[in-house]
Nanobody
Framework: QLQLVESGGGLVQPGGSLRLSCAAS????????IGWFRQAPGKEREGVSC????????QYADSVKGRFTISRDNTENRVYLQMISLKPEDTAVYYC?????????????????????????WGRGTQVTVSS
């Protein structure tokens, strides 16, 4: 079992910044790729970014490249999503998620962000609202 708890969401003006944090706990944390998804009202949940702890490999959705940075603190089992130059269209509930390494390698943050259908564990989400 893996538990994921997000924090750091809030209200920010366009052009502003936020840093989300995902605290991972449980057995076998090192055997998962950790990623962020978001879901806006009326839209499907989409992958935003992911990271593999063993080599620091990362992936980003095209919509956030150059604005979002994912990082992982392996000593504290935390994954961060630094978001800058936020836009109103970034408004969504952001979820932390984990995909185990037993999935096909192509689905584990290799060449693309995680897919919701492959996720083994979800956090409960944190709201990010970008508005003036």
């Amino acid at each position: 079992q893996l538990q994921l708890v997000e924090s750091g969401g809030g209200l920010v003006q366009p052009g502003g910044s936020l840093r989300l944090s995902c605290a991972a706990s449980g057995s076998g944390v090192d055997y998962f790729a950790i990623g962020w998804f978001r879901q806006a009202p009326g839209k499907e949940r989409e992958g935003v970014s992911c990271v593999i702890s063993s080599d620091g490999h990362t992936q980003y959705a095209d919509s956030v490249k150059g604005r979002f940075t994912i990082s992982r603190d392996n000593t504290e089992n935390r994954v961060y999503l630094q978001m800058i130059s936020l836009k109103p269209e970034d408004t969504a509930v952001y979820y932390c998620a984990a995909v185990g390494f037993w999935h096909p390698w192509s689905t584990v943050c290799s060449g693309r962000v995680l897919d919701a259908s492959d996720v083994d564990y979800w956090g409960r989400g944190t709201q990010v609202t970008v508005s003036s």
